[in-house]
C-alpha cells in the first residue's frame, strides 16, 4: 500500500517515521509550512509538495489527514477528486465529515506524540472506522503493518474514547505541571517525585485505578487534607482543584 500524509506535526511526523519503517511507499507530504513538510519528506524519502491538489494525481492509495481538527473538512473538500482512500487521524471528528469524498476513513492512533520523542508504534493502539467494509480491511491491512493493536471504534465511541484520554493524560499532565511549581517554589527537584509517579502508572497497567487509590482523601484524614489546603491559600486556582479532586475520591471510599 502506498500513502501520502497531510500535515508535518506531531502526529504526523510518527505515522510517517512508522510508516517508512514498514516499507510503506510514501509519496507525498504537504504542510501548511512548506518547508516542516521537506524536513519530513527528507526523514522518509517521500516527496514535498506546495499544493495539496498534486496529491490527487499522485499514485498513493491512501491520504492521511494529520491536521488540527477545524482544518480537515477544508483539507478534505480539496481532495473530493482523489479516488483513494482519505482518512483522518484525529480522535473528536466524525467520519461523517469526510463525506464528500468517495471513499473515506478514519486512522486513529491512541497515544500522546511529541515529535522529537520516539515511541514504540508497534504499542500504539489504532483505532479504525470506516465508510464501506472494503475501505474498512485496507485500513486494517495498513494499521497491520504498524501496530499489534488495531480496533473498531465508531465515531461515538471515539468521541468516549478521546475523552477519557484527555481524563487519562492531558489533565494528570497538568497536575505533573501543578507539583513542579510547586516543588520549585520551595527549592525541590521534579527529579524526587518521577518514582512516584512512574510507579503510579506502573500499577494501572494491571489494577483499575479506583482498587489502587491512595492518599489522604481515601483515608479520609482530615488534619492532612486541612495542611495541604492551608499550603495552597496563595494559590485559588489549585485550592480548588485540590478541594474538587479529594471531594470526588471521598465519595468513591
Known amino acids: ?12 511526523t510518527h505515522l510517517a517515521k512508522a510508516l517508512h519503517q514498514a516499507q510503506v511507499e510514501i509519496h507525498g507530504i504537504w504542510s501548511h509550512q512548506f518547508e516542516n513538510a521537506v524536513l519530513l519528506a527528507k526523514q522518509v524519502g517521500a516527496k514535498a509538495v506546495r499544493q495539496i491538489s ?10 492521511l489527514i494529520s ?10 473538500a480539496q481532495l473530493r477528486n482523489y479516488r483513494g482512500i482519505v ?8 467520519l461523517n465529515a469526510l463525506s464528500g469524498n468517495a471513499n473515506y476513513g478514519v486512522f ?5 506524540f511529541s515529535k522529537h520523542k520516539n515511541l514504540d508504534f508497534s504499542q500504539v493502539p489504532l483505532c479504525l472506522e470506516a465508510n464501506t467494509n472494503q475501505n474498512l480491511q485496507q485500513l486494517k491491512m495498513l494499521a497491520a ?5 488495531v480496533f473498531e471504534v465508531d465515531t461515538e465511541q471515539r468521541k468516549i474514547l478521546h475523552l477519557a484520554a484527555v481524563f487519562a493524560c492531558n489533565f494528570p499532565n497538568y497536575l505533573y505541571g501543578v507539583a513542579q511549581q510547586l516543588l520549585a517554589q520551595h527549592q525541590l527537584d521534579f527529579d ?10 506502573q500499577k494501572v497497567q494491571t489494577a483499575l485505578p479506583i482498587e489502587m487509590q491512595t492518599g489522604p482523601a481515601i483515608r ?6 486541612k495542611k495541604h489546603e492551608d499550603l495552597l491559600k496563595g494559590h485559588a486556582d489549585w485550592l480548588t482543584i485540590y478541594k474538587l479532586l479529594s471531594e470526588q475520591i471521598k465519595k468513591n471510599r
Request: proline content about 3%.
Open 108 to 112: 486513529y492512533p491512541l497515544q500522546t
Open 145 to 149: 503493518l504498524l501496530s499489534n493493536s
Open 192 to 201: 524526587i517525585i518521577r518514582p512516584l509517579i512512574a510507579e503510579t502508572a
Open 1 to 12: 500500500m502506498r500513502a501520502s500524509i497531510i500535515g508535518s506535526g506531531n502526529v504526523a
Open 87 to 94: 482518512a483522518h487521524t484525529s480522535g473528536a471528528i466524525a
Open 220 to 225: 479520609n484524614d482530615q488534619q492532612t487534607l
Open 67 to 76: 491536521v488540527k481538527d477545524d482544518a480537515i473538512a477544508e483539507v478534505a
Open 54 to 63: 498534486e496529491i490527487i494525481q499522485d499514485e498513493s492509495d491512501i491520504v
